[in-house]
Protein backbone atom coordinates (compact mmCIF):
# COMPACT_ATOMS: atom_id res chain seq x y z
CA UNK A 1 0.00 0.00 0.00
CA UNK A 2 0.94 3.26 -0.73
CA UNK A 3 0.19 6.24 1.67
CA UNK A 4 0.16 10.06 0.15
CA UNK A 5 -0.18 12.97 2.24
CA UNK A 6 -1.51 16.24 2.05
CA UNK A 7 -2.30 19.41 3.60
CA UNK A 8 -6.22 18.57 3.12
CA UNK A 9 -6.27 14.81 3.58
CA UNK A 10 -4.87 11.43 2.70
CA UNK A 11 -4.73 9.11 -0.19
CA UNK A 12 -4.39 5.09 0.37
CA UNK A 13 -3.49 3.65 -2.85
CA UNK A 14 -3.73 -0.30 -3.22
CA UNK A 15 -3.96 -1.58 -6.55
CA UNK A 16 -5.07 0.10 -10.24
CA UNK A 17 -7.61 -2.67 -10.84
CA UNK A 18 -9.66 -1.91 -7.62
CA UNK A 19 -12.36 1.37 -7.09
CA UNK A 20 -11.18 4.60 -6.02
CA UNK A 21 -13.15 5.76 -3.25
CA UNK A 22 -13.60 9.53 -2.23
CA UNK A 23 -14.86 9.97 1.45
CA UNK A 24 -15.29 13.88 2.08
CA UNK A 25 -16.21 16.01 5.02
CA UNK A 26 -17.95 19.30 3.80
CA UNK A 27 -17.18 22.71 4.63
CA UNK A 28 -19.64 24.24 7.44
CA UNK A 29 -20.50 27.45 8.09
CA UNK A 30 -22.15 29.82 10.99
CA UNK A 31 -23.84 32.89 12.40
CA UNK A 32 -21.26 33.88 14.60
CA UNK A 33 -23.29 36.44 16.76
CA UNK A 34 -25.19 33.21 17.71
CA UNK A 35 -23.52 30.09 17.34
CA UNK A 36 -20.03 28.24 17.93
CA UNK A 37 -17.60 26.25 15.43
CA UNK A 38 -18.64 23.03 15.63
CA UNK A 39 -16.06 20.49 14.39
CA UNK A 40 -13.01 17.69 14.55
CA UNK A 41 -12.12 14.45 13.64
CA UNK A 42 -15.20 12.69 11.46
CA UNK A 43 -14.74 9.07 13.69
CA UNK A 44 -17.93 7.75 11.70
CA UNK A 45 -16.19 8.66 8.03
CA UNK A 46 -12.88 7.07 9.79
CA UNK A 47 -14.23 3.98 10.65
CA UNK A 48 -15.96 3.72 6.87
CA UNK A 49 -12.54 4.46 5.62
CA UNK A 50 -10.83 2.13 7.68
CA UNK A 51 -13.42 -0.94 6.86
CA UNK A 52 -12.93 0.21 2.66
CA UNK A 53 -9.09 0.27 2.96
CA UNK A 54 -9.33 -3.39 4.82
CA UNK A 55 -11.72 -4.68 1.76
CA UNK A 56 -8.50 -3.46 -0.62
CA UNK A 57 -10.24 -0.20 -1.96
CA UNK A 58 -8.45 2.67 -2.98
CA UNK A 59 -9.25 5.61 -0.48
CA UNK A 60 -9.14 9.32 -1.09
CA UNK A 61 -9.94 10.80 2.34
CA UNK A 62 -10.26 14.60 2.15
CA UNK A 63 -11.68 17.19 5.05
CA UNK A 64 -13.11 20.55 3.62
CA UNK A 65 -13.89 21.56 7.00
CA UNK A 66 -10.71 21.16 9.38
CA UNK A 67 -8.06 21.58 6.47
CA UNK A 68 -8.90 25.38 6.60
CA UNK A 69 -10.71 25.73 9.85
CA UNK A 70 -9.63 28.98 10.76
CA UNK A 71 -10.33 30.62 7.36
CA UNK A 72 -13.36 32.73 7.67
CA UNK A 73 -15.40 33.28 4.43
CA UNK A 74 -18.59 35.59 4.70
CA UNK A 75 -20.73 33.80 2.92
CA UNK A 76 -24.55 36.17 0.83
CA UNK A 77 -26.45 34.65 3.73
CA UNK A 78 -24.62 36.39 6.68
CA UNK A 79 -23.23 33.64 7.37
CA UNK A 80 -19.66 32.50 8.14
CA UNK A 81 -17.71 29.61 6.21
CA UNK A 82 -15.08 28.24 7.76
CA UNK A 83 -13.72 25.43 5.51
CA UNK A 84 -12.24 25.49 2.20
CA UNK A 85 -13.49 28.00 -0.32
CA UNK A 86 -15.64 26.61 -3.34
CA UNK A 87 -12.38 26.97 -5.38
CA UNK A 88 -10.03 25.41 -2.96
CA UNK A 89 -12.15 22.45 -2.70
CA UNK A 90 -12.30 22.50 -6.71
CA UNK A 91 -8.19 22.47 -6.66
CA UNK A 92 -8.13 19.93 -4.31
CA UNK A 93 -10.82 17.25 -6.18
CA UNK A 94 -8.74 18.04 -9.72
CA UNK A 95 -6.02 15.60 -8.56
CA UNK A 96 -8.19 12.49 -8.04
CA UNK A 97 -10.61 10.83 -10.17
CA UNK A 98 -12.38 8.57 -8.09
CA UNK A 99 -16.04 6.38 -9.42
CA UNK A 100 -17.69 6.92 -6.41
CA UNK A 101 -17.79 9.77 -3.85
CA UNK A 102 -19.10 9.75 -0.38
CA UNK A 103 -20.11 12.63 1.43
CA UNK A 104 -20.78 13.11 5.05
CA UNK A 105 -24.10 14.84 6.10
CA UNK A 106 -24.52 14.92 9.85
CA UNK A 107 -25.91 18.19 10.96
CA UNK A 108 -29.56 18.99 9.39
CA UNK A 109 -28.55 22.96 9.60
CA UNK A 110 -25.24 22.31 7.68
CA UNK A 111 -27.60 21.11 4.85
CA UNK A 112 -26.48 23.70 2.15
CA UNK A 113 -22.95 23.37 2.91
CA UNK A 114 -23.52 19.84 1.84
CA UNK A 115 -25.20 20.46 -0.98
CA UNK A 116 -22.94 23.08 -2.27
CA UNK A 117 -20.06 21.13 -1.88
CA UNK A 118 -22.31 17.90 -3.60
CA UNK A 119 -22.62 20.71 -6.58
CA UNK A 120 -18.95 20.83 -6.48
CA UNK A 121 -17.99 17.11 -6.89
CA UNK A 122 -20.99 16.70 -9.23
CA UNK A 123 -19.01 19.63 -11.77
CA UNK A 124 -15.46 17.37 -10.89
CA UNK A 125 -16.96 14.03 -11.62
CA UNK A 126 -19.90 14.10 -13.16
CA UNK A 127 -19.96 10.60 -14.34
CA UNK A 128 -18.96 9.27 -11.16
CA UNK A 129 -21.75 8.11 -8.15
CA UNK A 130 -22.06 10.69 -5.75
CA UNK A 131 -23.31 9.40 -1.82
CA UNK A 132 -24.44 11.02 0.92
CA UNK A 133 -24.80 9.31 4.58
CA UNK A 134 -25.34 10.37 8.01
CA UNK A 135 -27.83 12.12 10.29
CA UNK A 136 -29.47 14.14 8.30
CA UNK A 137 -29.79 12.19 5.26
CA UNK A 138 -31.37 9.83 7.06
CA UNK A 139 -33.91 12.23 8.65
CA UNK A 140 -34.47 13.57 5.53
CA UNK A 141 -34.20 10.77 2.61
CA UNK A 142 -36.80 12.78 0.08
CA UNK A 143 -35.16 16.12 0.65
CA UNK A 144 -31.45 15.17 0.24
CA UNK A 145 -32.47 12.49 -2.85
CA UNK A 146 -34.22 15.62 -4.57
CA UNK A 147 -30.70 17.13 -4.84
CA UNK A 148 -29.34 17.22 -8.78
CA UNK A 149 -26.36 16.58 -7.40
CA UNK A 150 -27.11 13.07 -5.12
CA UNK A 151 -27.64 10.16 -6.92
CA UNK A 152 -27.75 8.08 -3.67
CA UNK A 153 -28.42 8.09 0.32
CA UNK A 154 -27.02 5.61 2.73
CA UNK A 155 -29.46 5.06 5.41
CA UNK A 156 -28.82 4.92 9.27
CA UNK A 157 -25.32 3.15 9.89
CA UNK A 158 -22.96 3.25 6.65
CA UNK A 159 -20.13 1.51 8.59
CA UNK A 160 -21.22 -1.56 6.58
CA UNK A 161 -23.65 -0.50 4.00
CA UNK A 162 -20.97 1.76 2.21
CA UNK A 163 -18.37 -0.59 1.99
CA UNK A 164 -21.06 -3.46 0.47
CA UNK A 165 -22.18 -0.33 -1.99
CA UNK A 166 -18.76 0.01 -3.00
CA UNK A 167 -18.24 -3.73 -3.94
CA UNK A 168 -21.61 -3.69 -5.34
CA UNK A 169 -20.91 -1.28 -8.00
CA UNK A 170 -16.92 -2.80 -8.05
CA UNK A 171 -18.13 -6.00 -9.11
CA UNK A 172 -20.97 -4.13 -11.57
CA UNK A 173 -24.11 -5.05 -10.07
CA UNK A 174 -24.95 -1.47 -8.66
CA UNK A 175 -25.55 1.35 -11.72
CA UNK A 176 -26.01 5.15 -10.61
CA UNK A 177 -29.81 4.40 -11.21
CA UNK A 178 -30.56 1.27 -9.52
CA UNK A 179 -29.19 -1.07 -6.72
CA UNK A 180 -30.34 -4.12 -4.20
CA UNK A 181 -28.10 -2.70 -1.15
CA UNK A 182 -30.05 -3.03 1.85
CA UNK A 183 -30.02 0.43 3.54
CA UNK A 184 -29.79 2.35 0.25
CA UNK A 185 -31.68 4.46 -1.08
CA UNK A 186 -31.56 5.73 -4.77
CA UNK A 187 -33.16 7.82 -7.51
CA UNK A 188 -33.87 5.66 -10.88
CA UNK A 189 -33.01 7.34 -14.24
CA UNK A 190 -36.40 8.86 -14.12
CA UNK A 191 -36.25 10.75 -11.21
CA UNK A 192 -38.29 8.25 -8.69
CA UNK A 193 -36.94 7.28 -5.39
CA UNK A 194 -36.44 4.15 -4.07
CA UNK A 195 -35.81 3.23 -0.64
CA UNK A 196 -34.39 -0.18 0.11
CA UNK A 197 -35.05 -2.17 3.14
CA UNK A 198 -33.33 -1.10 6.27
CA UNK A 199 -29.87 -3.16 7.05
CA UNK A 200 -29.65 -4.26 10.22
CA UNK A 201 -27.63 -2.52 13.01
CA UNK A 202 -24.59 -4.30 13.74
CA UNK A 203 -25.06 -6.06 17.21
CA UNK A 204 -20.98 -6.60 17.77
CA UNK A 205 -18.92 -3.87 16.68
CA UNK A 206 -15.54 -5.89 17.51
CA UNK A 207 -16.51 -7.15 13.56
CA UNK A 208 -15.36 -3.89 12.58
CA UNK A 209 -11.92 -3.73 10.77
CA UNK A 210 -8.99 -2.17 13.00
CA UNK A 211 -8.71 1.28 13.22
CA UNK A 212 -6.37 3.20 10.54
CA UNK A 213 -4.63 5.81 12.59
CA UNK A 214 -3.43 7.99 9.92
CA UNK A 215 -6.39 9.86 9.78
CA UNK A 216 -6.82 10.68 12.99
CA UNK A 217 -2.96 11.32 13.15
CA UNK A 218 -3.34 13.90 10.33
CA UNK A 219 -1.74 17.23 11.27
CA UNK A 220 -5.08 19.21 10.74
CA UNK A 221 -6.78 17.39 13.45
CA UNK A 222 -3.10 18.68 15.35
CA UNK A 223 -4.91 21.42 17.55
CA UNK A 224 -4.97 23.05 20.47
CA UNK A 225 -8.76 22.51 21.15
CA UNK A 226 -11.05 20.19 20.50
CA UNK A 227 -14.92 20.25 20.43
CA UNK A 228 -15.38 21.04 24.19
CA UNK A 229 -13.06 23.64 24.36
CA UNK A 230 -8.81 23.65 24.95
CA UNK A 231 -7.12 20.46 25.78
CA UNK A 232 -5.94 19.72 28.84
CA UNK A 233 -2.51 18.79 27.86
CA UNK A 234 0.25 20.92 25.51
CA UNK A 235 2.47 17.61 24.29
CA UNK A 236 1.00 14.94 22.35
CA UNK A 237 -1.84 14.53 20.20
CA UNK A 238 -5.54 14.51 20.79
CA UNK A 239 -7.55 11.35 19.52
CA UNK A 240 -11.75 11.05 19.31
CA UNK A 241 -12.57 7.42 20.40
CA UNK A 242 -16.25 5.08 20.45
CA UNK A 243 -16.53 2.56 22.87
CA UNK A 244 -19.68 1.84 22.46
CA UNK A 245 -22.57 3.43 19.67
CA UNK A 246 -26.29 4.10 20.42
CA UNK A 247 -28.69 4.86 23.03
CA UNK A 248 -31.51 3.06 25.03
CA UNK A 249 -33.74 6.26 25.37
CA UNK A 250 -35.60 7.02 22.80
CA UNK A 251 -36.27 11.26 23.23
CA UNK A 252 -38.80 12.75 21.09
CA UNK A 253 -35.82 15.59 20.16
CA UNK A 254 -32.73 12.91 19.61
CA UNK A 255 -32.21 11.34 16.68
CA UNK A 256 -29.38 8.86 18.12
CA UNK A 257 -32.00 5.91 18.44
CA UNK A 258 -33.08 6.24 14.72
CA UNK A 259 -29.04 6.77 13.15
CA UNK A 260 -27.17 4.35 15.53
CA UNK A 261 -30.10 1.72 17.40
CA UNK A 262 -29.74 0.96 20.70
CA UNK A 263 -26.55 0.81 22.65
CA UNK A 264 -23.98 -1.82 21.27
CA UNK A 265 -20.66 -2.11 22.40
CA UNK A 266 -16.47 -2.54 21.48
CA UNK A 267 -14.94 -4.95 23.78
CA UNK A 268 -13.28 -3.58 26.47
CA UNK A 269 -9.77 -5.76 25.18
CA UNK A 270 -10.56 -4.04 21.71
CA UNK A 271 -10.99 -0.63 22.99
CA UNK A 272 -7.63 -1.42 24.94
CA UNK A 273 -5.76 -2.51 22.15
CA UNK A 274 -6.66 0.42 20.55
CA UNK A 275 -5.72 2.80 23.62
CA UNK A 276 -2.65 1.22 23.62
CA UNK A 277 -1.87 1.83 19.45
CA UNK A 278 -2.76 5.49 19.91
CA UNK A 279 -0.21 5.84 22.96
CA UNK A 280 2.38 4.43 20.94
CA UNK A 281 1.55 6.99 18.08
CA UNK A 282 2.01 9.96 20.87
CA UNK A 283 -1.46 10.30 22.22
CA UNK A 284 -1.98 11.71 25.61
CA UNK A 285 -5.36 13.04 25.08
CA UNK A 286 -8.54 11.57 24.39
CA UNK A 287 -12.41 12.39 23.70
CA UNK A 288 -15.05 10.21 24.04
CA UNK A 289 -17.52 10.36 21.94
CA UNK A 290 -20.17 7.66 23.26
CA UNK A 291 -23.64 8.55 22.89
CA UNK A 292 -24.40 6.75 26.23
CA UNK A 293 -21.33 6.01 28.10
CA UNK A 294 -23.06 5.34 31.41
CA UNK A 295 -25.47 3.00 30.41
CA UNK A 296 -23.75 0.16 31.68
CA UNK A 297 -22.00 1.52 34.82
CA UNK A 298 -19.28 -0.49 35.78
CA UNK A 299 -18.17 -0.82 31.97
CA UNK A 300 -17.78 3.21 31.82
CA UNK A 301 -15.49 3.12 34.76
CA UNK A 302 -13.61 0.18 33.50
CA UNK A 303 -13.25 2.63 30.19
CA UNK A 304 -11.56 4.76 32.76
CA UNK A 305 -9.42 2.63 34.33
CA UNK A 306 -7.82 1.53 30.92
CA UNK A 307 -7.46 5.28 29.52
CA UNK A 308 -5.46 5.68 32.81
CA UNK A 309 -3.64 2.42 32.72
CA UNK A 310 -2.15 3.88 30.02
CA UNK A 311 -1.48 7.27 30.98
CA UNK A 312 -4.42 8.97 28.97
CA UNK A 313 -6.19 11.89 30.13
CA UNK A 314 -9.54 12.37 28.82
CA UNK A 315 -13.11 14.52 27.45
CA UNK A 316 -16.33 13.12 27.80
CA UNK A 317 -18.55 14.34 25.23
CA UNK A 318 -20.96 12.65 24.26
CA UNK A 319 -22.56 13.63 27.48
CA UNK A 320 -22.78 12.19 31.01
CA UNK A 321 -26.60 11.98 32.30
CA UNK A 322 -27.60 13.35 35.37
CA UNK A 323 -30.28 10.45 35.77
CA UNK A 324 -27.64 8.26 36.13
CA UNK A 325 -25.51 9.92 38.35
CA UNK A 326 -28.58 10.47 40.56
CA UNK A 327 -29.49 6.90 40.35
CA UNK A 328 -25.96 4.92 39.17
CA UNK A 329 -27.18 1.59 39.80
CA UNK A 330 -25.04 -1.36 40.57
CA UNK A 331 -24.85 -0.36 44.08
CA UNK A 332 -22.96 2.65 43.51
CA UNK A 333 -23.28 6.32 44.57
CA UNK A 334 -22.51 9.33 42.52
CA UNK A 335 -20.08 9.63 45.24
CA UNK A 336 -18.35 6.26 43.77
CA UNK A 337 -18.39 7.26 40.22
CA UNK A 338 -17.26 10.69 40.35
CA UNK A 339 -14.29 9.94 42.54
CA UNK A 340 -13.19 6.92 40.02
CA UNK A 341 -13.99 8.94 37.15
CA UNK A 342 -11.61 11.81 38.60
CA UNK A 343 -8.99 9.19 39.71
CA UNK A 344 -8.82 7.92 36.20
CA UNK A 345 -8.29 10.98 34.36
CA UNK A 346 -11.48 12.52 33.59
CA UNK A 347 -10.91 16.26 33.38
CA UNK A 348 -14.01 17.66 32.04
CA UNK A 349 -17.36 16.14 30.60
CA UNK A 350 -20.90 17.29 29.35
CA UNK A 351 -23.65 16.95 31.98
CA UNK A 352 -26.97 16.94 30.16
CA UNK A 353 -29.54 18.37 32.54
CA UNK A 354 -31.84 19.43 30.24
CA UNK A 355 -34.64 21.20 32.09
CA UNK A 356 -36.11 22.40 35.28
CA UNK A 357 -39.98 21.49 34.42
CA UNK A 358 -40.38 17.82 34.95
CA UNK A 359 -43.39 18.16 32.91
CA UNK A 360 -41.26 18.77 29.77
CA UNK A 361 -39.26 16.17 30.38
CA UNK A 362 -41.97 13.68 30.68
CA UNK A 363 -43.65 14.76 27.80
CA UNK A 364 -40.52 14.57 25.81
CA UNK A 365 -39.61 10.84 27.13
CA UNK A 366 -36.52 12.26 29.31
CA UNK A 367 -35.96 10.83 32.65
CA UNK A 368 -37.56 13.94 34.74
CA UNK A 369 -35.41 13.49 37.73
CA UNK A 370 -33.10 15.49 35.83
CA UNK A 371 -35.23 18.71 37.20
CA UNK A 372 -34.51 17.65 41.46
CA UNK A 373 -32.53 20.27 41.68
CA UNK A 374 -31.42 19.42 45.27
CA UNK A 375 -29.67 16.46 44.58
CA UNK A 376 -28.41 17.77 41.15
CA UNK A 377 -26.61 20.29 42.94
CA UNK A 378 -25.09 17.99 45.28
CA UNK A 379 -23.55 16.12 42.26
CA UNK A 380 -22.28 19.30 40.59
CA UNK A 381 -20.50 20.10 43.99
CA UNK A 382 -19.12 16.99 44.53
CA UNK A 383 -17.51 17.04 40.95
CA UNK A 384 -15.91 20.73 41.10
CA UNK A 385 -14.69 19.04 44.43
CA UNK A 386 -13.05 16.32 43.07
CA UNK A 387 -11.47 18.59 40.33
CA UNK A 388 -13.76 17.58 37.23
CA UNK A 389 -14.98 20.43 34.93
CA UNK A 390 -18.76 19.89 34.22
CA UNK A 391 -20.24 21.79 31.49
CA UNK A 392 -23.91 21.56 32.26
CA UNK A 393 -26.61 21.30 29.23
CA UNK A 394 -30.05 23.12 29.00
CA UNK A 395 -32.74 23.02 26.58
CA UNK A 396 -35.19 25.89 26.24
CA UNK A 397 -38.56 26.15 24.47
CA UNK A 398 -39.79 22.76 24.64
CA UNK A 399 -42.72 22.25 22.36
CA UNK A 400 -44.27 19.12 20.86
CA UNK A 401 -46.60 16.78 21.26
CA UNK A 402 -46.56 13.94 24.16
CA UNK A 403 -47.38 9.86 23.13
CA UNK A 404 -51.31 10.61 24.33
CA UNK A 405 -51.62 12.90 21.61
CA UNK A 406 -51.71 16.27 23.55
CA UNK A 407 -50.19 19.05 22.78
CA UNK A 408 -47.33 20.85 24.96
CA UNK A 409 -45.51 24.17 25.52
CA UNK A 410 -43.27 25.93 27.40
CA UNK A 411 -44.18 29.11 28.65
CA UNK A 412 -41.80 32.13 29.32
CA UNK A 413 -41.99 31.42 33.05
CA UNK A 414 -41.05 28.02 32.29
CA UNK A 415 -37.77 28.77 30.22
CA UNK A 416 -36.95 31.04 32.87
CA UNK A 417 -37.15 28.68 35.47
CA UNK A 418 -34.63 26.50 33.61
CA UNK A 419 -31.97 29.43 33.34
CA UNK A 420 -31.95 30.05 36.77
CA UNK A 421 -31.47 26.00 37.48
CA UNK A 422 -28.40 26.63 35.11
CA UNK A 423 -27.34 29.47 37.10
CA UNK A 424 -28.21 27.51 40.33
CA UNK A 425 -25.76 24.86 39.44
CA UNK A 426 -23.23 27.18 37.96
CA UNK A 427 -22.81 28.55 41.41
CA UNK A 428 -22.66 25.18 42.74
CA UNK A 429 -19.52 24.30 40.70
CA UNK A 430 -20.69 23.62 36.96
CA UNK A 431 -17.41 25.09 34.78
CA UNK A 432 -19.14 26.32 31.92
CA UNK A 433 -23.13 26.29 30.60
CA UNK A 434 -24.69 25.91 27.66
CA UNK A 435 -28.06 26.94 26.92
CA UNK A 436 -29.42 25.13 24.20
CA UNK A 437 -32.85 25.98 22.24
CA UNK A 438 -35.33 22.95 21.59
CA UNK A 439 -34.64 22.01 17.82
CA UNK A 440 -36.44 19.59 15.41
CA UNK A 441 -34.19 17.54 13.77
CA UNK A 442 -35.62 15.78 10.37
CA UNK A 443 -36.40 12.26 11.41
CA UNK A 444 -37.52 12.61 15.30
CA UNK A 445 -40.75 12.98 16.61
CA UNK A 446 -40.06 16.38 17.30
CA UNK A 447 -39.51 17.05 13.95
CA UNK A 448 -42.88 15.60 12.96
CA UNK A 449 -44.46 17.46 15.02
CA UNK A 450 -43.30 20.87 14.25
CA UNK A 451 -43.43 20.74 10.75
CA UNK A 452 -46.81 20.22 10.52
CA UNK A 453 -47.74 23.12 12.87
CA UNK A 454 -44.91 25.34 10.77
CA UNK A 455 -44.85 23.80 8.23
CA UNK A 456 -43.83 27.34 6.31
CA UNK A 457 -40.62 27.58 8.52
CA UNK A 458 -37.34 26.25 7.90
CA UNK A 459 -36.80 24.74 10.97
CA UNK A 460 -33.15 23.16 9.92
CA UNK A 461 -31.57 25.30 12.75
CA UNK A 462 -28.72 24.97 15.18
CA UNK A 463 -29.18 24.46 18.69
CA UNK A 464 -28.06 27.92 19.39
CA UNK A 465 -30.41 29.66 16.67
CA UNK A 466 -34.27 29.21 17.22
CA UNK A 467 -36.43 28.22 14.25
CA UNK A 468 -40.18 28.42 15.43
CA UNK A 469 -41.76 31.13 17.98
CA UNK A 470 -42.31 29.51 21.41
CA UNK A 471 -43.98 31.00 25.15
CA UNK A 472 -45.02 33.80 23.37
CA UNK A 473 -41.34 34.59 22.00
CA UNK A 474 -40.74 35.18 18.29
CA UNK A 475 -37.33 32.90 17.22
CA UNK A 476 -35.27 36.16 17.05
CA UNK A 477 -36.40 37.33 20.83
CA UNK A 478 -35.65 33.83 22.09
CA UNK A 479 -32.34 33.94 20.25
CA UNK A 480 -31.44 36.99 21.47
CA UNK A 481 -32.57 36.18 24.78
CA UNK A 482 -30.15 33.17 25.21
CA UNK A 483 -26.97 35.31 24.49
CA UNK A 484 -28.09 37.42 27.29
CA UNK A 485 -28.57 34.77 29.53
CA UNK A 486 -25.64 32.55 28.41
CA UNK A 487 -23.69 35.88 29.32
CA UNK A 488 -25.34 36.26 32.92
CA UNK A 489 -25.10 32.49 33.79
CA UNK A 490 -21.25 32.20 32.78
CA UNK A 491 -20.00 35.81 33.45
CA UNK A 492 -17.16 37.93 31.54
CA UNK A 493 -14.08 36.40 31.27
CA UNK A 494 -15.67 32.45 30.09
CA UNK A 495 -18.35 34.55 27.73
CA UNK A 496 -15.39 36.82 26.23
CA UNK A 497 -13.08 33.30 26.07
CA UNK A 498 -16.25 31.58 24.15
CA UNK A 499 -16.75 35.15 21.84
CA UNK A 500 -13.07 34.49 20.90
CA UNK A 501 -12.83 31.10 20.34
CA UNK A 502 -15.96 30.55 18.78
CA UNK A 503 -16.05 27.57 21.31
CA UNK A 504 -17.10 26.38 25.07
CA UNK A 505 -15.60 29.29 27.17
CA UNK A 506 -12.87 26.97 28.35
Not at 48 to 71: H, P
Not at 92 to 120: C, D, H, K, M
Not at 409 to 421: F, G, K, L, M
Request: with cysteine; charged share 20%.
Amino acid sequence: MRIERFEEGIVFWQSISRLTVLLLVPFYSFWPRYETKRAGCPIGLELIASELIAKGFNVIFIDACMAAYNQLTEQLDGTVRYGLTDKQLAKVLERFNPAIVGITSLFSNQAESVEAVAGIVHQAYPDAIIVEGGGHATGDLEGVLASPNVDMLVNREGLITFPELCASIEARHTTKYKTSVEGVSYKTEAGQSVHNPDRPFIKNLDVLAPRRLEIPLHTMYNVPEHTGGSRHVKYGRLAYVLTSMGCPLHCDFCFIPTLTGTIRYFSLARFEQDVVRLKEAGVTEIVVEDDMLFDNMPRALQIGEILHRHGMVWFEEGGLSMFKFMKPGYGLTYQDVLTSLATNGLYRFYLAIESANKDSLAKSHKPDINSEAGVAEEIVRYAAKKGIEAVGGFMLGFKGRNGGGLEFEETREDIERTVAYAKRLKEAGLAYVMLFLYTAIPGTRAYEYLSSVFPELDLRTSHERSAFPVGGLTPVELTELRLRWMQEVNGDSSTGLATLTKNWGL
